[in-house]
C-alpha cells in the first residue's frame, strides 16, 4: 500500500518569503503521479502543480515549485514570494500509474504573516 | 464549462437517518471519486466509478455505505442508519476518460453533520 506523510502539520512565513512544504512517500512503483493540492478556508481543492515520475526536471508553476527526489521518495512544495492568499491546507497526494484514486497525506497548515 | 457541482452543500441529519449526496462530474468526464476528510484530516479515498461500474471501493465502510454513478444523472454516495462518526466533508472529484492519471477536479464537498 502507498502512503504519504506530511510531516510539518503547521507552518508560517512572513510574506514575500520563501517556505518548503515536505512529503515523502512509500510505494513500490517505478512510475506513478505525485500533487499538490490547496485547500483554503472555503475548503475547496485545489490543483498547485502536479509531478510524473518519470521525468527528472522538477515540475513549476509561477511561484510554485518542487523538489523531486525519486531515490528519496520526497516530494517538497516550495512557495516563493508568499503572499497572503497562499494561507490555506496544503496535500500532497499520490497516484499510481494507471489507476485513478489518489493518496493523500494528512496535510500541512501554512499560515502567511503580513 | 461548470466544474464538479455537489448538492446538498450542508446536509444535517439526526441518528439513524438516511444520508445521500450527489455529483455531477465535470462534463465530459466518466470517472468519479468519493473522498471523506474528517475535522483537521486528509482526504480519505472512498470508492472509485465509471458510468454503471463500481472500479475500486477499497475505501469503503463494509456497512451503511454504498455508492453508485448510473447511466444516466449523478454520482450518489448513500450512507444509510447514519451515526455521530459519519459527521464528515464528503469530497467529489471526477476526471476524464481519455487516458489515465489525469489529475482530479474537485468538487466544493458536501458537510455532513449528525446531530
Known amino acids: 500500500a502507498q502512503t504519504v506523510t506530511q510531516s510539518q502539520p503547521e507552518m508560517s512565513v512572513q510574506e514575500a518569503e520563501t517556505v518548503t512544504l515536505s512529503c515523502t512517500y512509500d510505494t513500490s512503483e517505478s512510475n506513478y503521479y505525485l500533487f499538490w493540492y490547496k485547500q483554503p478556508p472555503s475548503r475547496q481543492m485545489i490543483l498547485v502543480i502536479r509531478?510524473?515520475?518519470?521525468?527528472?526536471q522538477n515540475a513549476t508553476e509561477n511561484r510554485f515549485s518542487v523538489n523531486f527526489q525519486k531515490a528519496a521518495k520526497s516530494f517538497s512544495l516550495k512557495i516563493s514570494d508568499s503572499q497572503l492568499g497562499d494561507t490555506a491546507m496544503y496535500f500532497c497526494?499520490?497516484?499510481?500509474?494507471?489507476?485513478?484514486?489518489?493518496?493523500f497525506g494528512a496535510g500541512t497548515r501554512l499560515t502567511v504573516k503580513p | 464549462n461548470a466544474g464538479v457541482m455537489q448538492n446538498p452543500r450542508h446536509l444535517v441529519r439526526r441518528r439513524g437517518q438516511e444520508a445521500r449526496l450527489r455529483c455531477s462530474p465535470v462534463?465530459?468526464?466518466?470517472?468519479v471519486y468519493w473522498y471523506r476528510q474528517l475535522p483537521e484530516e486528509g482526504l480519505k479515498f472512498m470508492v472509485y466509478l465509471q458510468k454503471e461500474n463500481i472500479i475500486d471501493e477499497s475505501g469503503m465502510p463494509k456497512e451503511r455505505f454504498s455508492a453508485e454513478f448510473p447511466k444516466e444523472g449523478p454520482s450518489i454516495l448513500r450512507i444509510q442508519q447514519v451515526v455521530r462518526g459519519d459527521s464528515a466533508a464528503y469530497f467529489c472529484?471526477?476526471?476524464?476518460?481519455?487516458?489515465?492519471?489525469?489529475?482530479?477536479?474537485f468538487g466544493d464537498g458536501t458537510r455532513l453533520s449528525i446531530l
Open positions: 462534463k465530459g468526464h466518466s470517472h
Open positions: 497526494a499520490f497516484m499510481k500509474n494507471n489507476n485513478n484514486d489518489m493518496r
Open positions: 509531478q510524473e515520475a518519470y521525468k527528472q
Open positions: 472529484a471526477s476526471s476524464p476518460p481519455a487516458g489515465r492519471n489525469q489529475p482530479q477536479h
